[in-house]
Structures are given as structure tokens and as C-alpha cells.
């Protein structure tokens, strides 16, 4: 099993700021893609970006030149930076992860617990 933790969630200012990270961890795993989605409610859960092992990102277009997406390759973290944050951004943000363990090596996709982004005045 691959278990991935977020933390950085919280409540800020429209125009403000947050760093997310998700931590991966377990036994001798290895991972491909890591990416964010994010869920408000009423709502499906939306994708906002994913990064490759290689670095190559990707963005949904609404938070394209707002949010960057970072990996630390030997801390098995990930980064959401979010910038110029909207009321229309709260949302539960979860942390994905396109994983394989030594145990059967099939890849497997990989979901956080989630963390909270409020964005409001």
C-alpha cells in the first residue's frame, strides 16, 4: 500500500496564497504521476494539475498561470502553489498518485485524505 498524507489546507483572503503538500509513503513503492483534484460541494471532483515523474506538468485551464505544481523526488512530495486564490477555489483538495509497490508491481491509483482550501473574506 501506498499511503499519501496533505497538510497545508486552510482559510485565506481571495488574492491570497497556500502551499499544499502531500507526502507519500510505504513500503518500497515506486511512483509515476502525482497530481492534484479538487471537490466543492455540490460538485464533482475536477482535476487541477499533475506533474510526472520527469517533471512534465500539466494544468486544468482555470488554474493555469494561478497554481504551479512541484515534486521533491526524495521526499515522495508533492506541491500545489496557489496564488491569487478565488472565493470559487474553496474546495477539498486531494493528492493523487499513479503508484506501483515491490509486493505485486502493478501500478495503482492512489488517493489522499483530502484538505480543506476556504477562500473568503
Known amino acids: 500500500q501506498v499511503q499519501l498524507v496533505e497538510s497545508g489546507g486552510g482559510l485565506v483572503q481571495p488574492g491570497g496564497s497556500l502551499r499544499l503538500s502531500c507526502a507519500a509513503s510505504?513500503?518500497?513503492?515506486?511512483?509515476?504521476?502525482m497530481g492534484w483534484f479538487r471537490q466543492a460541494p455540490g460538485k464533482q471532483r475536477e482535476w487541477v494539475a499533475t506533474?510526472?515523474?520527469?517533471?512534465?506538468?500539466n494544468y486544468a485551464d482555470s488554474m493555469k498561470g494561478r497554481f504551479s505544481i512541484s515534486r521533491d523526488i526524495a521526499k515522495n512530495t508533492v506541491y500545489l502553489h496557489m496564488n491569487s486564490l478565488k472565493p470559487e477555489d474553496t474546495a477539498v483538495y486531494y493528492c493523487n498518485a499513479v503508484a506501483k509497490t515491490a509486493a505485486d508491481g502493478i501500478w495503482r491509483n492512489y488517493w489522499g485524505q483530502g484538505t480543506q482550501v476556504t477562500v473568503s473574506s
Open positions: 510505504g513500503i518500497t513503492f515506486s511512483i509515476n504521476v
Open positions: 506533474i510526472s515523474s520527469g517533471g512534465s506538468t
